[in-house]
């Protein structure tokens, strides 16, 4: 068995981007991220009820992956080359494993005090990890618009090559 990349020649500079920094973003066009955010609205509703019954709890639903929101995104992917990008960068053909609603806040704090029972309290940097010998590849389509006060899922530039 030898595994095959998918061709990226149209894709080029975002591999580029990838096997140098470990990521690279691709801009949704336009419309999708609107489509795709009133599809998630029932999701949204349910996930907003548990954050109000459970604030500091992580919040997320799995997609019914024949459903027609999670049948959009994975074409969408496609199209977009992403697919075809990770596929490159992993040297062998990817697929979508799971598509999964995260509803983040500041309100959250599951991951804090893990370590209270040995008198260490939260640090800042408490959910940092590396999914070092993961096969997986994260990807990750913001429903909201981002910036500084409502900042992004963070990668450490380079750390895909500690």
């Not at 973003?25 to 999708?32: A, I």
């Not at 998630?40 to 024949?66: F, K, N, V």
């Not at 977009?80 to 494993?97: K, P, S, T, W």
């Amino acid at each position: 068995f030898a595994p095959s990349a998918p061709s990226v020649a149209k894709f080029d500079a975002r591999w580029q981007e990838m096997a140098r920094d470990g990521f690279t973003t691709v801009r949704l066009p336009v419309g999708v991220q609107s489509t795709w955010k009133q599809a998630a609205e029932p999701y949204r509703a349910e996930l907003l009820r548990r954050s109000a019954e459970r604030p500091g709890a992580r919040q997320w639903m799995a997609l019914d992956p024949y459903g027609s929101l999670a049948r959009s995104l994975a074409r969408q992917l496609q199209a977009m080359g992403v697919l075809q990008i990770v596929g490159a960068y992993r040297g062998l053909a990817m697929e979508i494993d799971h598509i999964a609603i995260h509803y983040s806040h500041d309100r959250q704090n599951w991951f804090a005090d893990c370590y209270a029972d040995q008198g260490l309290s939260t640090g800042p940097l408490a959910y940092l990890h590396n999914d070092y010998g993961s096969h997986n590849v994260k990807a990750l389509c913001y429903l909201d618009e981002i910036g500084p006060e409502n900042g992004p899922f963070v990668y450490a530039r380079g750390s895909h090559a500690w």
